[in-house]
Each structure stands twice: as C-alpha cells, then as structure tokens.
C-alpha cells in the first residue's frame, strides 16, 4: 500500500494547483467555494538518490522508476474538499472531508501566504487575508472532530475499557478507523499525563487535550505556505514559521512548478521535481509571455527560495515528518536481482526503527517463517532479524529454506 497524503486547507488557497502540479493532473481550478466537491485522488512521488550508482551496476526498477540518478517512488495524493468552520459539526463538505481525511497518514495543509482569501474561504484583496489565523480555524476543526469522536463514544469507550481493563485497547479501537495505532494512544496519553486517569473520569478539558494530541501524532502535519510567489507573502510565511515554531513550514508557488511541469512535458525546458534550476532546450519556441514567466520563476522563486517547494514539501512529509526510510531487498546477492534477473527491482518504504522481521513481513508474511539473518550488500556484512535498518540500505533475506 503507499503512503496516502492528504492536501487540506481553506478553499482558494491552491490546493488543487499542488495536486495537479505534483500529479500532472488537470483537475478543475477555480475560485469559488466547492469547486473540489469531492476528493481526487492520484499518484504523485517521493524523490530519492537512486543506489546503484554505489554498486557500479544499472538498475531495472520495478516497482518505481529512475530517472537521471533519482528514484521515483509512488505515493497516493488526495485533494480534498476545503474547509469551512463548524465543517466538523457537517458544515459544508465538513463530514465528506473528515472521513477522507482518516484515510490518510500524513496531511499537507495549504494556505494562502499571500493573504488573498478571507476567513471564509473567498478571494479578497491581497494582503486583507491571515493565513496564521486560517490555519489555525482548520486545526481547530481537525481537533473538534477527534474530540466529538470521543465524546460520543462514553458509554462505547467505558464498556470496552472495563471488559478487557485496558484503557489503551478501548481508545484505539475507538480510533482503529482513522489509521489510529495503539503506539499513538500511548505517547497521547503520555504526553497529555491522563495514563493512570479512569476514562469515565475524563472532563471535558481532558478529552480536548487528549484529542487534540492524538490527533497531531496520528496525522503528522506540514504547513504549505503557498503563493509564495505573490508580493508580500513572504513577510505572512515568516510570520506562520514564528507562530508555528515547531512545524515544519516550506514556502511553496504551486503556480511555477505547474508550469515548468507542462513546459518540461511539451520538451521545452529540461526540469526534474524539486530541482533547484532548469534548462530552456527550445527557446525560439517559446513566446514572450513564457520567457518572462520562466525568467520570474529563476529569479524571484528558485533564486530567494531555491525551489518552488511542491516536491520540497512532499519529500519532507515522506522521509523526515513520517521518518521513512528507502530499503532495496534483492533476492541473489551476487547479482543484486531479483528472481527474473532485474537489478534492485523495489523500492520499499518502512518506519524508521523497522528491522529485517519487518520487511520480511512487508514483502510476505511467509517470509518470516524460517527467517534466520539478512546480508548488508553494501559492505558485505551479515546483520541479525532484530537489525535497525537504516535509509538505502541494500538487503538480501536468508531462511532455513534458502540457506
């Protein structure tokens, strides 16, 4: 299954320009409220250096691509209807969003750096908007949406804990829908001091505290502040970043990478996602219009920002907010193939502090039957099930049946 990132955010703020630039989609783009009236889904990529390089060979991916020295490994964009406040009471698209919204495992949160919406979502004058404040009515939303969960679940909540007399269990089934893990109840739980508290003695600040909680573990979140590429926005993204010191905040002009996506598509320019400059390949054939653009998005964009952040962002979400690591099992060693001879064919994704178990787990589930130790291909170094391991690491399974 890939990763799922969810896009959130008040209506006109661009989210469903960063779809259809991550996507190449040409999902519908407008400025009033809804035009997203329900969930598209598509696949996007997270972008890493490629191994084989290291390994002196050519690789033959299967379940991923390279390109120009970088692995393209799949991940499931969904854009999702905007938000409005109340949305968590059934608002608006609010019930249609919320259970999407479960679906995913991490949430990209667009807003509008440049101030050009009001607090309702509507186009206004640039600069009249607050995107610290339209953040923080969604979180809000998200919040009340974890906590309505709880709060009409008492007497479910109280049956359970008291049948099995396991609070954690009783809380995360409760949650189980929404990709809720007992690991996240118990750090929730931790962090907000309501372990040792019965949950029928839970007022209601103690349920707001610990949904709240809940739900930032459960559905890591990273600020988007898109439209960087309007006048004034970048005093609003040094504001979110002051305001939320501890999120993780990437400027973002969804508008440029849209562009240099279709221009590298018409073979215009040479560009890869998330690079920090292009090469015009066909300039006679571009008008003027295009060369000011691609001469604005070089200077204003990748000159003060270094990249326009859409593939930034998506790599960040992967591998630092989900702490996700690129692992390459092969099956013969000696080739670094698979059984049909294709050079580090996969690409897999696992948790950080995942151990050989788990991959042999992610790949089969039969794979752990008879699993004795795995090989380290890059330096030749048997590593035992319980082995840690580590991004790019290139590993070959051995079972009491191969061995």
């Known amino acids: 299954m890939p990763i799922k990132i969810g896009l959130i955010g008040k209506t006109n703020t661009g989210k469903t320009t960063f779809f259809n630039s991550s996507t190449l989609s040409s999902d519908e783009i407008s400025t009033y409220p809804f035009t997203t009236k ?7 990529y997270a972008i890493t250096l490629c191994v084989h390089p290291e390994f002196n060979v050519i690789d033959n991916p299967n379940n991923s691509k390279c390109k120009d020295g970088w692995r393209y490994i799949p991940i499931e964009l969904i854009d999702l209807p905007g938000l409005l406040k109340d949305s968590w009471k059934g608002k608006g698209l609010g019930n249609q969003f919320l259970s999407i919204a479960s679906q995913s495992d991490a949430l990209l949160h667009v807003v509008d750096a440049s101030g050009s919406i009001d607090s ?14 339209d953040f923080a009515d969604i979180e809000e939303e998200l919040n009340m949406w974890y906590q309505k ?10 049956k359970i804990a008291e049948s099995d007399n396991d609070q954690t269990n009783a809380l995360t089934q409760l949650y189980q829908g929404m990709g809720v893990k007992k690991s996240h ?22 349920s707001k505290k610990f949904s709240t909680e809940l739900r930032r573990i459960s559905k890591p ?39 240099l996506r279709r221009a590298e598509q018409s073979e215009l320019i040479k560009y890869s996602p998330g690079s920090e ?6 300039t006679n054939d571009l008008n003027q219009k295009q060369r000011d653009a691609l001469d604005f998005i070089k200077s204003d964009i990748m000159g003060e920002y270094m990249r326009t952040g859409v593939q930034f962002a998506i790599n960040v979400t ?85 061995k």
Do not use: C, W
Request: aromatic share 6%.
């Open 38 to 44: 329900k969930s598209s889904t598509s696949i996007g």
């Open 318 to 402: 992967v591998f630092k907010l989900l702490k996700m690591n690129s692992i390459y099992p092969v099956t013969i060693p000696e080739k670094l193939s698979d059984k049909k001879g294709r050079v580090l064919p996969d690409l897999i994704l696992l948790k950080d502090g995942s151990t050989i178990v788990d991959l042999a787990k992610e790949i089969h589930s039969d794979l752990t039957k008879g699993l004795l130790y795995a090989k380290d291909l890059r330096y030749n170094l048997r590593v035992p099930t319980n082995y840690q391991l580590r991004d790019r690491d290139v590993i070959s399974l051995v079972s009491a049946s191969k």
């Open 185 to 206: 109840v118990k750090e929730a739980l931790r962090i907000t001091q309501l372990e040792e508290k019965d949950i029928e003695n839970y007022d209601i600040q103690d």
């Open 221 to 259: 979140t990273l600020i988007v502040a898109n439209k960087i590429d309007v006048k004034g926005a970048d005093k609003n993204f040094q504001r979110l970043r002051e305001r939320y010191n501890d999120m993780i905040v990437i400027p973002a002009s969804a508008d440029s990478e849209l562009s």
């Open 120 to 133: 309702s979502g509507r186009i206004a004058e640039v600069g009249s908007g607050d995107p610290v404040s």
């Open 277 to 282: 400059q292009f090469d015009i390949l066909r």
């Open 149 to 158: 969960i709880f709060e009409g679940n008492r007497d479910k909540l109280k």
